[in-house]
């Protein structure tokens, strides 16, 4: 049974509560409803982001000059994103990951590449506390 007996004026406070977040960080809510199986599938696995450690340890390792690492846990950050359709995080996680890739590195470009992800890591931190309420 889908919703697991959740009333549907629940599962619509909820609907609508997620469509504001996805709406913040330029998601496409519709698009991971299909995918991942709409609110109640949702709303659990985005909040774990307030406790996921990638931004952290990218953060850690840029400050120790450790640049596989800082892109390990950046890339990391990436696919969440890509996989929870958090566009604006996921874009700059993209940059920063293409700055500190391999082969290609560009480590004069990092700082500011890092300070657009942190900036909008706060915001959809900010984002996500709202919608804890």
Not at 66 to 95: P, Q, T, W, Y
Not at 119 to 125: A, K, R
Request: hydrophobic share 40%; proline share 3%.
């Amino acid at each position: 049974m889908r919703g697991r007996g959740l009333s549907e004026a629940w599962r619509k406070d909820i609907d609508m509560t997620l469509k504001e977040f996805y709406g913040k960080v330029g998601g496409d809510y519709e698009d991971v409803c299909e995918r991942l199986g709409g609110p109640e599938v949702i709303g659990p696995i985005v909040k774990m982001l307030l406790t996921d450690r990638h931004y952290e340890n990218c953060r850690q390792a840029l400050i120790a000059k450790d640049l596989d690492s800082a892109f390990c846990a950046v890339h990391a950050l990436k696919g969440i994103c890509m996989n929870l359709d958090i566009r604006n995080l996921m874009e700059d996680a993209a940059e920063l990951t293409e700055v500190l890739r391999e082969g290609q590195r560009e480590p004069d470009r990092a700082p500011a590449a890092f300070s657009a992800l942190q900036s909008t890591y706060l915001d959809v931190i900010d984002a996500l506390k709202e919608l804890e309420g």
